[in-house]
């Protein structure tokens, strides 16, 4: 059974950081690429990051330099960092495990960004 585990979410000011972690079981994690979507109240999932199963990254233009998504793969985790963070970035954060079409979703994490 395929599972994907967020946390580190939370309450952080303007201008602060968090560190998103995403444990993945039941698949052979470094065989898929992992990425991370968020969903703001009201609007559609928009994709944020990924990271691909040669290593390479791609971001959303409105976090690019601010957030960094990363793996380890010997705890078959990816972590989302973000940094510099606004209220536009309050959202329930969930990652993506993708490959071939197939996708596995995590449940989420949410993160409010308030002063």
């Known amino acids: 059974q395929v599972q994907l585990a967020e946390s580190g979410g939370g309450l952080v000011q303007p201008g602060g950081s968090l560190r998103l972690s995403c444990a993945a079981s039941g698949i052979n994690f470094g065989g898929y690429h992992m990425a991370w979507y968020r969903q703001a109240p009201g609007e559609e999932r928009e994709f944020v990051a990924v990271?691909?199963?040669?290593?390479?990254?791609n971001y959303a233009g409105s976090v690019k330099g601010r957030f960094t998504i990363s793996t380890d793969n010997a705890k078959n985790t990816v972590y989302l960092q973000l940094n510099h963070l606004n209220p536009e970035a309050t959202a329930v954060y969930s990652c993506?495990?993708?490959?071939?079409?197939?996708?596995?979703w995590g449940q989420g994490t949410q993160v409010t960004v308030s002063s």
């Open positions: 990271i691909t199963t040669t290593n390479s990254t």
């Open positions: 993506n495990a993708a490959l071939s079409g197939r996708h596995y």
